[in-house]
């Protein structure tokens, strides 16, 4: 799949798992602990790009899930996460380290986040949290001879409250309990559901693979009646240093 975001701030994900070859079904509710941080991206060319990302924070007892970095050698710390778990139930322990000071300030910036998975409810997703609308001011003719005022003033309408994050949000320096029910087979893109047109572009990406995994000579289930002995998770992305740049320094 493909996800365009706004104008300039655009970004490209492709989550795929290639299943080859090889049955059992598990359902039982998983957790797994995330972290959401600033990192670095080191690129072809050396240059050295701001990123935010996810990060897998420590095993849950009692959990069979599977959290591990899609490029576990990425130099500067970032890279998508791949989590692999079976259907049933999923929560997601996600804390927010987004605290940052831009360049040339000693205050930090905290930024909330949330988090969603592509095609599938929960996690808040359907409560969502706002923000005041902008202020626009008031307007006058932009066709008059220059220093005439005596044109008509335009007044725009107040403007209504905009979607800030699209699941439940959490809040700089928190730790929030996420929770899907039901999930099933499949690949599904992660990614944050506050402000997708910046946060998604800066990095806060990942992949959810709902599957029974191959364990020793016992072939995985990718769907009912679909063996397979290996997968591969793969993850496409664009990286705009500029726009990154411009993020980090706002």
């Given at each position: ?133 902008p202020v626009h001011a008031p307007q ?111």
């Amino acid at each position: 799949m493909r996800s365009k975001y706004l104008k300039s701030l655009k970004a490209a994900v492709l989550s795929v798992t290639v299943l080859l070859l090889g049955v059992g079904v598990s359902f039982a509710a998983q957790q797994v602990n995330l972290v959401a941080r600033p990192a670095t991206a080191t690129m072809p060319d050396g240059s050295i790009v701001p990123m935010w990302g996810y990060a897998c924070n420590g095993i849950v007892s009692g959990s069979t899930a599977v959290c591990s970095a899609a490029n576990p050698a990425a130099v500067g710390g970032w890279s998508p996460v791949v989590i692999t778990v079976p259907a049933g139930d999923l929560t997601i322990n996600l804390t927010n380290n987004l605290s940052f000071a831009p360049i040339g300030s000693a205050t930090a910036n905290k930024v909330p986040t949330s988090l969603v998975i592509v095609g599938q409810l929960g996690g808040g997703l359907g409560t969502p949290t706002y923000k005041d609308g902008p202020v626009h001011a008031p307007q006058g003719a932009t066709w008059p001879i220059a220093g005439d005022t005596s044109g008509p003033t335009f007044t725009p309408p107040t403007q209504g409250p905009r979607v800030q994050s699209f699941g439940t949000e959490v809040a700089s320096g928190a730790t929030t309990s996420l929770t899907w029910n039901g999930l099933r087979a499949g690949t599904y893109l992660i990614e944050s559901g506050t402000h997708p047109s910046i946060q998604g572009p800066m990095g806060l990406y990942g992949i959810l693979v709902v599957t029974t995994a191959p364990s020793g000579a016992t072939a995985g289930t990718a769907y009912p009646g679909v063996s397979y002995a290996a997968d591969v998770p793969l993850v496409f992305s664009e990286i705009d240093p500029m726009q990154n740049n411009a993020v980090q320094a706002a």
